[in-house]
């Protein structure tokens, strides 16, 4: 399975991106990442197709929303309402196995590349 993101850019406090993350075959899970210099990966979201389950962090819970269309192997992040602390390389990950969605990097096997999201004050 290979992952694509793409979507990433510039954008103003207040504005709003939209990730995609298009794989190349079924995921169960596919969840979001995020590095921001200096600091550890983080754990942004999930959308799985196990029980239609979906999770935040706490950090961009009401703001962001990962969809998923099926037909299309794609999972898209939309972030609205962006601050500066949102700025960061964002990964999209892959869980082919069908298991309980899972918070932690080491859960997911396929990773994309990242797309860099700056967010200017």
């Known amino acids: 399975v290979q992952l694509q993101a793409s979507g990433g850019g510039l954008v103003q406090a207040g504005g709003s991106l939209r990730l995609s993350c298009a794989a190349t075959?079924?995921?169960?899970?596919v969840a979001w990442f995020r590095r921001a210099p200096g600091k550890e990966r983080e754990f942004v979201g999930y959308?799985?197709?196990?029980?239609?389950?979906?999770a935040y962090a706490d950090s961009v819970k009401g703001r962001f929303t990962i969809s998923r269309d099926t037909a299309k192997n794609t999972v898209y992040l939309q972030m609205n309402s962006l601050k500066p602390e949102d700025s960061a390389v964002y990964h999209c990950?892959?869980?082919?196995?069908?298991?309980?969605?899972?918070?932690?990097?080491?859960?997911?096997?396929?990773w994309g590349q990242g797309t860099l999201v700056t967010v200017s004050s």
């Open positions: 075959s079924n995921t169960w899970t």
């Open positions: 990950a892959g869980d082919t196995n069908h298991r309980l969605p899972s918070r932690l990097r080491r859960a997911y096997e396929y």
């Open positions: 959308n799985s197709r196990i029980g239609g389950a979906t």
